[in-house]
């Protein structure tokens, strides 16, 4: 299939009209307008990107497992380490993103300027053109009045051919003369200007078809370097994902030779005490120094409070009771 071309298809058959050429500098401006809008996104990824590498390496220095303990803390402190990582690669992203917006500014400067000299040299011949068609219009004009003012003035000639009035007849043919000569003068002016409009015609032509070739070389670099800069775009988000998936591997692959048991074990060697528990807590009794085998203190009360004055007469009793002190019990005892 045969490739179309800008010079083969924005011709007018109005000689003055520029629609042709007006579309395909609207086409022009509309992909400027467009190498800007992405440049913009670009410079506002890479804010994004910036700010959340920042946001992220101050996270990355917070306390996070401080006082953790053997393996779990190698895979808390690499944790941290490849948060780290990650976050000066996102600011090494950022910083690509701003170099690849540089470039298309740049480019989209270059454009510019070689647009501008095509767009002054085709505005000039347009203005010359559209002058130099009014002028041979209006020469036209004044070129068929002048005939027919001739025509007239040789109809008035030969109407009055039988007239015997001498005087009259050679002033129609001064004015038949005068109106030939006119005439003539305005033949040659229109023909003059018509060919100088088919001179500017030619060299117009040849502008505009060069005008074409150059805009549509600057459209298809347009199109080629936008594409690429989107590509180029894609690929660093996708190798992003790639390195903060590494870094995030070499977390995960200590946090596999996370022990749990090891880790409780490490505590319990760092940190242990003792392998035997305190003992139970027995009674002594104040008068024997006995210590009873079975009960404590709180498990068993006496019947009677002890007393801490002298020991009581057993044979001063009341009511035939009898009192007894067991020893051995650490009481004392009423028998009746």
């Not at 401080?66 to 600011?91: A, G």
């Not at 994902?241 to 995030?248: Q, R, S």
Request: charged share 30%; hydrophobic share 30%.
């Amino acid at each position: 299939m045969k490739n179309l071309h800008f010079k083969d298809f924005f011709w007018n058959l109005d000689l003055t009209c520029t629609n042709g050429y007006d579309a395909i500098i609207q086409y022009l401006n509309e992909g400027k307008r467009t190498c800007k809008e992405v440049e913009d996104f670009m410079k506002a990824r890479a804010s994004i990107e910036e700010k959340y590498a920042k946001d992220l390496l101050g996270l990355s220095k917070k306390v996070c497992g401080h006082n953790e303990m053997n393996t779990l803390k190698r895979s808390l402190d690499i944790f941290k380490l490849q948060t780290e990582q990650v976050s000066l690669s996102h600011l090494q992203l950022a910083q690509s993103m701003k170099e690849e917006a540089k470039k298309l500014e740049e480019f989209r400067e270059k454009q510019k300027e070689a647009r501008k000299k095509v767009e002054q040299c085709m505005d000039a011949l347009h203005k010359q053109k559209s002058s130099q068609f009014k002028k041979t219009m209006d020469s036209k004009k004044t070129y068929e009045q002048k005939c027919r003012d001739k025509e007239e003035a040789d109809q008035n000639v030969n109407r009055n051919t039988n007239t015997n009035n001498t005087k009259h007849m050679e002033k129609l043919y001064s004015k038949a003369q005068q109106a030939k000569q006119y005439a003539e003068e305005a033949d040659k002016t229109y023909q003059q200007n018509v060919t100088t409009m088919g001179k500017l015609r030619e060299e117009w032509l040849k502008e505009h078809v060069k005008s074409c070739e150059v805009f549509e070389k600057l459209s298809i670099e347009r199109i080629n370097v936008l594409r690429n800069t989107i590509w180029t775009h894609l690929n660093q988000l996708s190798q992003q994902c790639v390195t903060t998936d590494e870094l995030y591997e070499e977390v995960r692959k200590s946090l596999e030779q996370c022990d749990i048991q090891e880790d409780v074990e490490h505590f319990i060697n760092l940190r242990r005490t003792g392998e035997k528990p305190p003992a139970t807590v027995l009674y002594e009794n104040f008068y024997s120094g006995q210590r009873s085998p079975t009960e404590a203190p709180s498990s068993r009360l006496p019947l009677f409070p002890i007393r801490r004055g002298p020991l009581p007469d057993p044979t001063n009793n009341r009511d035939g009771a009898q009192l007894s002190l067991d020893a051995d019990a650490g009481y004392s005892v009423i028998q009746y």
